[in-house]
């Protein structure tokens, strides 16, 4: 079985349409195993109810944002392994930065093909 | 482009539309003194999450110039400027451009460069320098392998044991009063009710019962114990006890979750990384759910019942996140699809009336099984009915947000400083109507600036201030919507309207008339008040023109006007297009609807209650006051004038500004729903008639305007006074 196959991932963005274009992405990619969450605090929820491998957020969103939620997974017994993907609109040097120090295992710029979201998931955990 | 993506497109056409409207919301904030980062953020974020979409669509014109408004938004975020009145008027000006260009973008074209090239000046002006692009080369960011990575996969079966999360659990104590018993409730049937949300462990406590001889029936001694798992929430729960609420001690509260619960992440206070990354602050509240409190002791007795809610029901609410609200779950649905389920509850009242009028008149009894199911078979009618209107119900908010554009355009245009308020956007009203009122209420808002408000010199004279005032709010009143459009300027020039008049021939010179008979002169087709035709008013669009589209949604438009002080319209709307209640009458061989919403009071006449007054005036006493009577058959020239009016069956009419006429009609057979067929298509604005309908037995009847007919009928009467031996015939419709 290849690794995409069995790999669960976490969308979390607050605009529906980010939501759709990242899960569009990823199955364009073969992964099969998707959920999504429209904030930070529906994606602590959901990752408690279906755990996932990785979490792909969007950097700016309303209340918590995508490092205060990496900040939380990391707090987390069993979350703080997941893996973290930070989507952003810009790298901005203060974004990148605090990220490395909470543990963000990776990022990608806006906007992207799925190619480039394929390349940053394998940055992560191989060939999928 | 795939079908997925093209639906991810149209959809972000969609939510482009609602950030940009809680982009307004966030600038009208602020120029209302709001300074808050949050505030700003609001802005920001909108302008941000446009571009971030844009750009996976290629939408280049779109992202450049978001990306331009983003900068300075940016730059106001961080506090390198500060937010004053130009730099607010830009805004809003960028927020207006924004709208175009997503409305361009969606429909594969662009604007053009003159467009967008002032505003982007100012942009580039508003900020000193671009700023330095700080972002990270991403050679500089080495990617941090997954820990967990195949390992990670066979927690999988460790993590998937979990399972759900627990069901949640309540702990219940109910404890009828007497009352309870008196008033014909049965505890067993809201026993009944909590067993089918889950499994219910139920036990009475009998140990206050005394033995027999001293037992007292008028005592409330039972209470019962619950322990329900379910969920359907607590709101749920306490629902069930609706009906007996004030008659009984009730307490309902959430028990410990026994259910595994080790995923779940615990989330301390976080600090606010550190200042320069703006983060929000975050006031969140842990994700599990909050530690309730132990249930109730057993052994108490008499424990008072908490108020309204427990501590964990508000633990529940704010939850769900720091500062914003959780936006309630919506479905997105083709307008078609409604539509059609408009049409067919239409279709479905009319043969609803068409059952209940022939099992009426089969001659069933009242009470037989079939009269009575047709009677919930109505009530369940109307119920869809007004939840499917419910549906095409909109706020009016985006139609004032459009109108703040306007103002803002047309203030600048005529070189005037206005401030738009706006009150009651939420208040709710037909599709519709709120896309057929965009264009007379353009029309009236720009009137209010460019006519209604004096120049700025004239204000500061006048002792106002200089900035001009419009004023648009909606309300609901008497089951209509009423939307104001009110200004602070100068009123109407009386005189000056009524000379126009008589240049223009529209009345007899030296006519002698009401203040509120000259206000609306303004609605009479050809009544042009631009002395100098400005820009913005003189675009062959006349008050009549405006009076015309609200007729023809069902509506009314009316003035009041205070010289020096201002003038107010008020148009007041049909909450839906599609049905309405009316009063079914009779008059001569044709049956006539007349909406309910017209008809103050029915009374029937005695003898000698009319009196003449003038040449064919009659007025009728109606408590303290005299009211005119019109008698419908004549004036719609079914049958003659009758000799008298004893025992006639009136209806009294009133209009929104509070005058009253008595309406004579022959018999008044029904009080009934009926579904609004339009004639305008067909035969375009009769007077007196707003629509059609198909009554139970197939008829079709005529819906009347009750007001419209007044308004023309007592008009005629003033001004060509018909000779009094051969009375109204003259005024038959044509």
């Known amino acids: ?128 | 482009m795939s079908d997925a993506m093209q639906e991810i497109r149209a959809s972000f056409f969609v939510e482009c539309e609602e950030l940009l409207e809680s982009l307004q919301d966030g600038l009208q904030a602020m120029q209302d003194g709001a300074t808050d980062t949050e505030t700003v953020n609001i802005v920001f974020r909108a302008v941000h999450s446009i571009k971030g979409g844009a750009g996976a669509f290629g939408l280049d014109q779109l992202v450049m110039f978001a990306h331009s408004f983003e900068t300075v938004m940016d730059e106001l975020r961080a506090g390198r400027i500060t937010a004053d009145d130009n730099l607010l008027a830009l805004f809003f000006q960028c927020g207006d451009l924004l709208l175009d260009l997503v409305r361009a973008a969606r429909d594969d074209t662009e604007l053009s460069e003159d467009q967008l090239a002032p505003v982007l000046k100012q942009l580039g002006e508003a900020v000193d320098l671009e700023p330095e692009d700080e972002e990270v080369d991403p050679a500089e960011f080495t990617p941090m392998a997954l820990s967990l990575d195949l390992p990670g996969l066979d927690d999988m079966a460790d993590l998937a044991e979990v399972g759900p999360p627990a069901t949640p659990r309540y702990h219940i104590r109910f404890s009828p009063q007497h009352d309870l018993y008196t008033s014909g409730n049965e505890p067993l049937f809201l026993l009944r009710a909590l067993r089918d949300f889950g499994q219910a462990q139920i036990t009475c406590v009998v140990g206050d019962v005394p033995l027999i001889d001293k037992y007292d029936q008028a005592q409330n001694l039972l209470t019962w114990n619950i322990e329900l798992e379910s969920d359907v929430g607590e709101d749920m729960i306490r629902e069930v006890f609706d009906f007996v609420d004030g008659l009984c001690k009730l307490s309902i509260e959430p028990m410990p979750q026994t259910g595994t619960d080790v995923l779940a992440p615990t989330l301390p206070d976080l600090d606010p990384p550190s200042a320069e990354d703006a983060l929000p602050p975050l006031d969140t509240a842990p994700v599990d759910p909050a530690e309730p409190d132990p249930p109730a002791p057993e052994a108490e007795t008499t424990e008072p019942a908490p108020p309204s809610k427990p501590a964990s029901a508000t633990t529940e609410s704010g939850k769900s996140g720091g500062n914003s609200t959780a936006p309630k779950p919506t479905v997105r649905v083709d307008l078609e699809r409604i539509d059609r389920l408009v049409n067919l509850v239409g279709e479905l009242v009319i043969n609803q009336s068409m059952l209940s009028q022939s099992v009426a008149l089969s001659g069933l009894s009242g009470n037989s099984q079939i009269a009575a199911g047709l009677d919930e078979f109505q009530q369940l009618t109307r119920d869809i009915q007004d939840s499917v209107m419910m549906i095409r119900a909109q706020p009016v908010k985006s139609l004032f947000q459009r109108m703040a554009r306007i103002v803002r355009e047309s203030a600048s245009d005529v070189g005037k400083t206005v401030r738009l308020r706006t009150e009651g956007e939420s208040t709710e009203i037909d599709k519709t109507v709120i896309e057929r009122l965009a264009d007379p209420l353009t029309h009236m808002i720009r009137n209010a600036v460019d006519h209604g408000l004096e120049s700025t010199e004239k204000r500061l004279e006048a002792g106002k201030p200089a900035e001009g005032r419009v004023n648009l709010t909606a309300s609901h009143r008497s089951g209509r919507v009423v939307i104001e459009v009110s200004d602070d300027g100068g009123g109407i020039n009386r005189p000056k309207v009524k000379s126009i008049a008589e240049e223009k021939g529209l009345i007899p010179p030296d006519q002698t008339m009401s203040d509120s008979d000259i206000d609306n002169l303004l609605f009479m087709p050809g009544f042009s008040t631009a002395s100098e035709i400005s820009n913005l008013s003189g675009r062959g669009v006349g008050m009549d023109v405006v009076k015309n589209a609200i007729s023809s949604l069902g509506g009314r438009i009316t003035i009041v006007s205070d010289p020096g002080k201002g003038t107010t319209f008020s148009i007041s709307l049909p909450l839906t297009l599609a049905v309405l209640d009316g009063m079914v009458v009779r008059v001569g061989t044709e049956t006539l609807v007349v909406p309910l919403s017209a008809i103050s009071e029915t009374l029937s006449l005695r003898a000698g209650d009319s009196r003449t007054l003038g040449p064919n005036t009659q007025v009728v006493p109606v408590r303290d006051s005299f009211v005119p009577l019109i008698d419908l058959g004549t004036e719609l020239g079914y049958i003659a004038p009758r000799e008298s009016y004893e025992g006639a069956i009136v209806l009294l009419i009133s209009q929104e500004n509070g005058d009253r006429a008595a309406m004579v009609v022959d018999a008044i057979e029904d009080q009934r729903q009926v579904v609004i067929k339009g004639l305008q298509d067909s035969y375009g604005h009769v007077p007196g008639v707003a629509a059609a309908t198909i009554l139970g037995d197939g008829q079709i009847a005529l819906i009347l305007d009750p007001i419209d007919l007044l308004t023309n009928a007592s008009g005629r009467s003033r001004t060509e006074t018909a000779p009094s031996a051969e009375p109204e015939t003259a005024e038959v419709h044509p």
């Open chain 1, 1 to 128: 079985m290849a690794l995409r196959d069995q790999l669960r991932i976490l969308v979390v963005d607050d605009m529906s349409t980010s939501r759709g274009l990242i899960t569009q992405a990823l199955e364009t990619i073969g992964i099969r195993n998707i959920t999504t969450a429209s904030d930070g605090q529906g994606a602590l929820k959901s990752i408690k109810a279906s755990p996932v491998h990785i979490v792909v957020s969007d950097y700016n969103m309303p209340g918590m944002d995508g490092l205060a939620l990496l900040h939380a997974l990391r707090q987390g017994p069993k979350t703080k392994g997941v893996g973290f993907l930070l989507i952003t609109g810009r790298a901005d040097r203060a974004i990148i930065e605090h990220g490395r120090k909470l543990g963000m295992n990776n990022y990608l710029k806006k906007p992207f093909e799925a190619a480039d979201l394929k390349s940053a998931i394998e940055a992560m955990v191989g060939r999928l």
